[in-house]
C-alpha cells in the first residue's frame, strides 16, 4: 500500500500564496507521475498539475502563471506552489499518484493513490 498524506492547506486572502505538500510512504513502489487535483463542493473533481518522471509538467490552464509543481529527488513528495490566490480557487485539494508496485510474489503491478485532500480556502 501506497500511502499519500497532504500538508499546507489553509485560509488565505485573495492575492495570497501557499504551498502545498504531499508525501508519499509505504515500501516497494515506483512513482511514475504525481499530481494535484482539487474538488469544490458541487463541481467535479479536476487536475491542477501533474509531474511526470520528476521533471514533465502539466497544469489547468486556469491556474497557468499562478502555480507550480515540482517534487524531491527522491521522487516520494511533490509540492505545489500557489500565487495569486482567487476565491474560485477555494476547494479540496488532492494528492495523487501512480506508479508501481512489487508484489510479495516479486511481479509489479501497477498502483494509483490519493490521499485524504487538505482544504484551500481563499476570502476576499
Known amino acids: 500500500q501506497v500511502r499519500l498524506v497532504e500538508s499546507g492547506g489553509g485560509l488565505v486572502q485573495a492575492g495570497g500564496s501557499l504551498i502545498l505538500s504531499c508525501v508519499a510512504s509505504g515500501s516497494g513502489f515506483s512513482i511514475n507521475t504525481m499530481a494535484w487535483y482539487r474538488q469544490a463542493p458541487g463541481k467535479q473533481r479536476e487536475l491542477v498539475a501533474s509531474?511526470?518522471?520528476?521533471?514533465?509538467?502539466n497544469y489547468v490552464d486556469s491556474m497557468k502563471g499562478r502555480v507550480a509543481i515540482s517534487s524531491n529527488n527522491a521522487g516520494n513528495t511533490v509540492y505545489l506552489q500557489m500565487f495569486g490566490l482567487k476565491p474560485e480557487d477555494t476547494a479540496v485539494y488532492l494528492c495523487n499518484a501512480e506508479g508501481t508496485m512489487r508484489e510479495a510474489t516479486g511481479w509489479t503491478s501497477p498502483f494509483e493513490a490519493w490521499g485524504q485532500g487538505t482544504q484551500v480556502t481563499v476570502e476576499t
Open positions: 509531474i511526470t518522471g520528476g521533471r514533465r509538467t
